[in-house]
């Protein structure tokens, strides 16, 4: 039955296409053919007839015979060249339709198998081609960044889940073996590396949603003073408790700017946060807005804390990369919170770099907002 199915094969569209356009073509000269030699010599005959004529004589009979012969043999020669080109044209055009065709096909097979990196050029041969080709391209890409994303993901969840869970399992197999005793002590340890899972979890979370776009923002007109002087209100208990100073500066006259205040108010309690967790006692963070030069808003976070050595500035916004991983773990920092901030504020259509003269000499976070807001 299999090869019974192989031998009798429907034809593709390349194939449909080209006997569609070879009938086209058969069936317009069938019609020309019979509309000249119907209508052709009638009307000769009474041109004929109008000059005064006989129209029986040898002489009109001669002409009108030699017309429909003339027209006949030239009509012939006509279609006969017309077909050939036609079908010269028909075949070009349909050699080209069944490769573009068949290479689409061929890149979403791929694509279906996993090979995400798959593109198809544009064919060439008409706008919506090429726009279904940009259309095929654009998917495969946001396939291959989601396939990425996930790969990065796992890697990244099962680098940093090894530390708390090795150190929950120490805790409890001692407790088990009678080597330790559940003491406050212990309990508390357990208490914050579970915490510290928590924290991870919701961390990542939020990243993975923000980096893939999967993010509903809800842009409004926002004063920018209010958008510090909440940030700041909320992070003042932590910066008394670790006994540094927050201070706010915001410049006369800005305009409103078109943004989600909440995730907003999110990438600048990440920046606080991470501000704090580089700034010993005594030290400043000031938080402040002021027109771009671009007429967008600006917004910065500096610290007078352990700054950041310039070998380290372009990794900064990475998922889990610490400049000092040691004193990050401590001090309870994720990895993470930066690399949200980023992709909160790419939402939004903006930027965000990391300057610094140093370590020993602060750091300064800069973000760059669109006054008109994202786009959609």
């Not at 890149?107 to 940009?134: K, W, Y």
């Not at 990440?270 to 938080?287: E, K, M, Q, S, Y």
Request: neutral net charge.
């Amino acid at each position: 039955m299999t090869a019974a199915r192989g031998r009798f094969r429907r034809p593709g569209l390349a194939g449909r296409l080209l006997v569609a356009m070879a009938l086209v073509v058969v069936i317009g000269g069938l019609t020309a053919w019979l509309v000249v030699v119907a209508i052709g010599p009638g009307i000769f005959h009474r041109h004929m007839l109008a000059a005064g004529l006989d129209k029986d004589a040898a002489a009109v009979l001669h002409a009108e015979e030699a017309f429909r012969s003339a027209s006949t043999t030239s009509l012939g020669l006509a279609l006969g060249a017309a077909a050939l080109t036609s079908l010269a044209v028909s075949l070009f055009l349909t050699r080209r339709i069944g490769r573009s065709l068949g290479a689409l096909s061929t890149a979403a097979a791929r694509v279906a198998g996993g090979r995400f990196d798959s593109r198809v050029p544009a064919p060439g041969i008409g706008t919506e081609f090429d726009n279904l080709a940009v259309a095929f391209n654009d998917m495969a890409a946001r396939l291959e960044d989601s396939h990425a994303l996930r790969r990065r993901l796992l890697a990244d969840v099962a680098h940093e889940l090894r530390t708390p869970v090795a150190t929950i399992t120490a805790y409890l197999e001692g407790v088990e073996d009678g080597v330790a005793s559940l003491t406050p002590d212990t309990i508390a340890v357990l208490r914050a590396q579970g915490s510290r899972l928590s924290r991870l979890a919701d961390d990542l979370a939020a990243v993975t949603r923000a980096e893939s776009r999967d993010l509903a923002l809800h842009p409004e007109p926002t004063a920018p003073a209010g958008l510090l002087t909440v940030a700041a209100r909320s992070a003042a208990g932590r910066f008394a408790a670790r006994d540094v100073r927050l201070v706010v500066d915001v410049d006369d006259g800005l305009p409103d700017v078109v943004v989600d205040r909440d995730r907003i108010g999110q990438v600048l309690g990440n920046l606080l946060d991470n501000a704090l967790l580089h700034t010993p006692a005594g030290g400043i963070v000031r938080v402040g807005a002021a027109r771009a030069d671009d007429g967008g808003l600006r917004l910065t976070v500096a610290d007078t804390g352990d700054g950041i050595d310039a070998a380290h500035l372009p990794h900064v916004f990475e998922r889990f990369y610490r400049v000092d991983t040691a004193r990050d773990w401590r001090l309870g920092g994720s990895g993470i919170g930066l690399a949200i901030a980023k992709a909160l504020v790419e939402a939004h259509g903006g930027t965000i770099s990391a300057d610094s003269d140093g370590a020993g000499r602060g750091a300064t976070f800069a973000v760059g907002l669109p006054e008109r807001g994202p786009t959609a």
